[in-house]
């Protein structure tokens, strides 16, 4: 099927580190986004990783990339409350068609 | 750079109706564009595909005469519910494609049908 799956629900308290897990369906996608939703609000980009990579960093934010298992994985570091939000990981298999995950409700706790 | 607007943000309308809602790239050009639905706390669902210059392609169990999807220009595609109902009721983001793979996405509009 093309179900890519995440946990609903994380919480964690501020300064801690959050890892968001996603497990995805097609071992062909080239490349696997991570995208947060606010409130309300549409999806923001926050980053990706190339198929051949097994991991990426980017300040706060590092990606870990099982490719063998289908695993990806999202870490926020000294998470903040701004980063309460929801969180997707999505696939291309093919084209320009993303799979989306099931999103992960991500709580922070002053 | 790689805005994406929607308008309008919300809508409240009067079951029977139809409602447009325009997706527009603000500094880019983009030949597809996508429309999804959100449920209240659930995923993104596609439901088309919008290509400058021809016909939208539909996902399955998507009715493309109550989702018009119009993509005249490179820079605006828009999807109207005809006769809306109740069931009708979400949050519709468009996202469009710059270069040959990222998806950029607009802040939604969320439609209520009373």
């Known amino acids: 099927g093309e179900d890519v799956e995440q946990s609903l629900f994380l919480s964690v308290r501020e300064g801690d580190s959050s890892v968001i897990n996603c497990t995805y369906t097609?071992?062909?996608?080239?490349?696997l986004y991570w995208y947060k939703q606010e409130p309300g609000a549409g999806l923001q980009l926050l980053t990706y990783?190339?198929?051949?990579?097994d991991m990426k960093q980017d300040q706060r934010l590092t990606v870990l990339l099982n490719k063998k298992d289908k695993h990806l994985s999202l870490r926020i570091a000294d998470t903040q409350t701004g980063d309460s939000a929801i969180y997707f990981c999505?696939?291309?298999?093919?084209?320009?068609?993303?799979?989306f995950g099931t999103g992960t409700r991500l709580k922070v706790l002053a | 750079g790689a805005v994406v607007s929607q308008h309008p943000s919300r809508v409240i309308c009067k079951s029977g109706t139809s409602v447009k809602i325009e997706c527009r790239s603000l500094?880019?050009?983009?030949?597809?564009m996508f429309w999804y639905r959100q449920f209240p706390k659930q995923s993104l669902m596609l439901m088309a595909t919008?290509?400058?210059?021809?016909?939208?392609?539909?996902e399955q169990g998507v009715e493309k005469d109550k989702f018009l999807i119009n993509h005249a220009s490179l820079t605006l595609s828009t999807l109207t519910v005809t006769s809306a109902h109740p069931e009708d009721s979400s949050f519709y983001i468009c996202?469009?494609?710059?270069?040959?793979?990222?998806?950029?996405f607009g802040p939604g509009t969320r439609l209520t049908v009373t």
């Open positions: 996202s469009a494609v710059l270069g040959s793979r990222e998806q950029y």
């Open positions: 097609d071992s062909s996608s080239t490349y």
């Open positions: 990783i190339f198929s051949n990579m």
């Open positions: 999505a696939e291309i298999p093919g084209t320009y068609k993303y799979i």
């Open positions: 500094d880019f050009q983009a030949t597809t």
């Open positions: 919008s290509n400058e210059g021809s016909k939208a392609t539909y």
